[in-house]
């Protein structure tokens, strides 16, 4: 077990005839040098430590920029797909504006022409009807007159 800077302060060594007891002396120095290894072994491990802490920071802080620098791509290539598909569906639409506008156009260009075929029909059945009539009429003229 290590001992605190203040309990080292706090040894008093017994004296001994010629000074102080060597044995005493001895074991409490060597418990010292166990308690000063223990501290520098400590701080040796807690340094590798900060190292491969700081390391890993650094290797962090890489790994940040590059998902910021992938964050800003991703945000540019989604603004330039929403641009491109913003500018495909204005394309599409004007395109579908000019196709119904084509459509309508034949449409009433194809009216004009049924209309007019109807027309046109209509005279043929009337005038083909009087003709009928008027051979009608000469034909029953005809029987009484016989």
Known sequence: ?????????HIRLERALFGYKRTFVDATLEEI???????????ADLGDKVEHLE????RFRELEA???????????????????????SELLLTEAHAEARA????AHAEREYLAAEA??????LR????????????STEEREAA
């Open 1 to 9: 077990m290590g001992l605190s800077p203040v309990e080292i302060k």
């Open 33 to 43: 040098a166990e308690s000063y290894e223990d501290v520098w072994r400590d701080r």
């Open 55 to 58: 390391r890993e920071l650094v």
């Open 66 to 88: 590059l998902l910021r620098t992938t964050l800003v791509s991703a945000e540019r290539a989604s603004q330039e797909l929403k641009e491109q598909a913003r500018k495909e």
């Open 103 to 106: 459509v309508t156009r034949r």
């Open 119 to 124: 027309r046109r029909i209509r005279s043929l």
């Open 127 to 138: 005038s083909a009807l009087e003709a009928l009539a008027f051979e009608e009429a000469e």
